[in-house]
C-alpha cells in the first residue's frame, strides 16, 4: 500500500538556526497535508498542496510540492521556541480509490533557547 | 470554529473490559476517522466513516470495531482491552470529498493494565 515516509525523526536546533522536515511517498500522490502538533497537543492543520511544483509560505514557513508529486518539503526559516511540536505530512492519491490520508510518522522539532 | 471533542482525556482499564471512546463533531462534517499515536509510529489509521451506518477499515484495525448510528457520532470500541492497545487515541473530522483537512479532537490517553 501507499507509504509516506518523512526525515528526520528528530531535530534539534538552536533559536534562529533554519529547519527542514522531508516527506517522501512511494506513489504519485494527489495532495500533500502537512500539520503540526504542539507537546501535550493534537494535530492542527497547516496547509494543503495539489500542484506539482507548488510552492506556498505562511510567515516563516515555506512548503513545496515536488514536480514528481512525490515528495514535499516544510522549511522554517529562523525558528523560534513557538516552533517546538511535531510536524507530520499526510498525502492521498486519488487513483487509488476513496482512500483516506497516509500520515508520515513526524519530524520532532526541539528548538534550544 | 469546527469542535471535535472525545470522551475522556484520560481513561485507565483492565485488560479484558471492554472499552468505549466516544467522538462528536459539531460541524456536521461527513467523515469521521480514529487514529492511535504511539512514539516513533506517528499516526495510524484504525477505522474511519464517510456516513452514517458506513464503516471502512484503516490499516490496523484488529482488536477494535466502530459504530456510526449518527452523523456527528463516532465511537471506537475496543472488544476485550489489552495492554498492547495502550496508546494516545485521536478522533478526527473532515467535510466530504477532497480530501480535506481534517479536523482531530484533543485524544483520549488510554491505559490497559
Known amino acids: 500500500g501507499q507509504q509516506v515516509m518523512q526525515i528526520p525523526q528528530y531535530q534539534h536546533v538552536q533559536e534562529g538556526e533554519d529547519f527542514t522536515t522531508y516527506c517522501n511517498s512511494s506513489t504519485t500522490l494527489s495532495n500533500i497535508q502537512w500539520y503540526k502538533q504542539r507537546p501535550g497537543g493534537h494535530p492542527v492543520f497547516l496547509i494543503q498542496?495539489?500542484?506539482?511544483?507548488e510552492v506556498k509560505k505562511q510567515k516563516r514557513l515555506t512548503f513545496q510540492f515536488g514536480e514528481a508529486k512525490k515528495n514535499s518539503s516544510l522549511h522554517i526559516t529562523a525558528t523560534q521556541t513557538t516552533d517546538v511540536g511535531t510536524y507530520f505530512c499526510?498525502?492521498?492519491?486519488?487513483?487509488?480509490?476513496?482512500?483516506?490520508?497516509?500520515f508520515g510518522k513526524g519530524t520532532r522539532l526541539s528548538v534550544i533557547a | 470554529d469546527v469542535k471535535v471533542t472525545q470522551s475522556s482525556r484520560y481513561l485507565v482499564k483492565r485488560t479484558g473490559e471492554k472499552v468505549f471512546l466516544e467522538c462528536v463533531q459539531d460541524?456536521?462534517?461527513?467523515?469521521m476517522f480514529w487514529y492511535r499515536q504511539d512514539p516513533g509510529l506517528g499516526l495510524r489509521l484504525i477505522y474511519f466513516s464517510y456516513d452514517v451506518k458506513m464503516k471502512e477499515k484503516g490499516d490496523i484495525p484488529e482488536g477494535y470495531s466502530v459504530s456510526r448510528e449518527k452523523k456527528e457520532r463516532f465511537s471506537l470500541i475496543l472488544e476485550s482491552a489489552s495492554t498492547n492497545q495502550t496508546s494516545m487515541y485521536l478522533c478526527?473530522?473532515?467535510?466530504?470529498?477532497?480530501?480535506?483537512?481534517?479536523?482531530f479532537g484533543p485524544g483520549t490517553r488510554l491505559t490497559v493494565t
Open positions: 499526510a498525502g492521498c492519491d486519488y487513483n487509488s480509490g476513496n482512500t483516506p490520508l497516509v
Open positions: 498542496l495539489v500542484k506539482s511544483g
Open positions: 460541524m456536521d462534517h461527513e467523515n
Open positions: 478526527a473530522s473532515s467535510v466530504a470529498g477532497g480530501p480535506y483537512e481534517q479536523y
